[in-house]
Every structure is written in C-alpha cells, then in structure tokens.
C-alpha cells in the first residue's frame, strides 16, 4: 500500500510571508496528488492537485511542486493572509487498481496577523 | 448546494448500539467514498463504491461495518454493536472518473460520531 509522510506537523507564519508544507510518498504507481484544506469542523476542501506528468503547478498564491524521482513533493504559500490558517493535508493516489486517497497527517498552519 | 451531503450530522450512541449514516453523493458522480478521520489525523479510506459496486474496502473495515449503495445513489454506512474506538468523523466523497485519470474527490461535512 501507499504510505503518505507529512512535514511539519505545525507551521506559524507572519502574515505575508510564505509556508511551505512537505510531504513524501511511498509507491512509485501513486500518480495524483491533490492537497485539501480543512478549517475546524469542516469538510476538506481541493485546494490544488498535481499529476505525475507535470513538474509544477500555480494557482495565485498557492503553488506544487513534484518530484517523482525523490518520491515528494510540496505545497507553496505565498503572501499568507490570516485566512489561510486551517490544516492541511496532502494525500497520493494510484491511477489504477486502488482507487482511494491515502493522506498525510496534517499541518496545522497558522498565519500570525 | 449541490455538493455531498451527509447525515446525520452530529450522531451520540451508547456503546453496542447500531448506527446507520447516510450519504448523497453529487448527483453525476458514480464513485463514492466513506473515510474515517480522528482528530489530529488525516481521513483513513474505508470503501469505495463505482456505482452499485462495492469495489475495495480496507481492512480497517471490520465485521460490524457495513456499507451498502444499492441504486448506484445515496449510500449508506452502518455500524453493529458500537465501540468506544469508533468515535470519529466519518466523511463521504465522490467523484467521477476523466480521461486523464482519477478526478478531484469531493467531501461532505462528515458525521461526527460519539460512543458513550
């Protein structure tokens, strides 16, 4: 199975400064990335995702990186604003056979104002 | 809202009692999921339905859990003879397959179980 590592458990940055959460994977079939945000007592919410087929990927202020070879990859946050403090997790899929997400264990980030 | 709902949302039982969650996935979506999250933690997979099929489940399902999605719909997720150690958020996803692969799951709010 798919073994997802998680770095650091806890992050506080000040506002407008950047985080940047690492996680690493143990199968090498694991072809899907996404990164979910959770705020207290919500669903996780997709807030990027990266394929095995792409290095990186930006979306405004947030941004993946991949490394296939090494078997990581990290989520980027620039210019944190107060909002973005909630838990993040990434998580891996395999494309075929096994169909199910397996998740890191969270970074709880917190965005000093 | 058309996203994934769940409920109940909030579910207090005394232990060895049964419960039964509901989930109605984004209507378009045939694949559904049921994870389990304990605080602190990320959501552990449970099961995984592509329309009435029930596809994988892990082996953290034990012989009390049962899940079941008989239209290929709503699914359901019930628990005999409730522990302590159940205690959790139980999240239900979906999502539908692309051509690229696997897409985007989307979660519900979850149901928060406690067993007293």
């Known amino acids: 199975g798919e073994n997802v590592e998680q770095h650091p458990s806890t992050l506080s940055v000040q506002e407008g400064d950047s985080a940047v959460i690492k996680c690493t994977y143990s199968?090498?079939?694991?072809?899907?990335f996404p990164w979910y945000k959770q705020e207290l007592g919500k669903r996780p919410q997709l807030i990027i995702d990266?394929?095995?087929?792409?290095g990186e990927k930006k979306d405004q202020r947030i941004a993946v990186t991949l490394n296939k070879t090494a078997k990581h990859f990290s989520l980027h946050i620039t210019e944190t604003q107060p909002e973005d403090s909630a838990v993040y997790f990434c998580?891996?899929?395999?494309?075929?056979?096994?169909?199910?997400?397996?998740f890191g264990t969270g970074t709880r980030l917190t965005v000093i104002p | 809202d058309t996203g994934v709902s769940q409920d109940p949302r909030h579910k207090i039982t005394k232990r060895g009692q049964n419960v039964t969650f509901r989930c109605d996935p984004i209507?378009?979506?045939?694949?559904l999921y049921w994870y389990r999250q304990t605080l602190g933690q990320g959501p552990e997979f449970l099961t995984y339905?592509?329309?009435?099929?029930?596809?994988?489940k892990s082996r953290l399902l034990s012989d009390r859990f049962s899940a079941e999605r008989p239209k290929g719909s709503f699914s359901t997720l019930e628990i005999q003879r409730t522990e302590q150690g159940d205690s959790a958020m139980y999240l239900c996803?979906?999502?539908?397959?692309?051509?690229?692969?696997?897409?985007?799951?989307?979660f519900g709010n979850g149901t928060r179980l406690t067993v007293t």
């Open positions: 996803a979906s999502s539908i397959p692309t051509g690229s692969g696997n897409s985007p799951l989307h």
């Open positions: 199968d090498s079939a694991s072809n899907y």
């Open positions: 990266i394929r095995s087929n792409v």
């Open positions: 998580a891996a899929l395999r494309r075929t056979g096994a169909n199910n997400l397996f």
């Open positions: 209507s378009e979506h045939n694949r």
């Open positions: 339905f592509q329309n009435e099929a029930q596809l994988e």
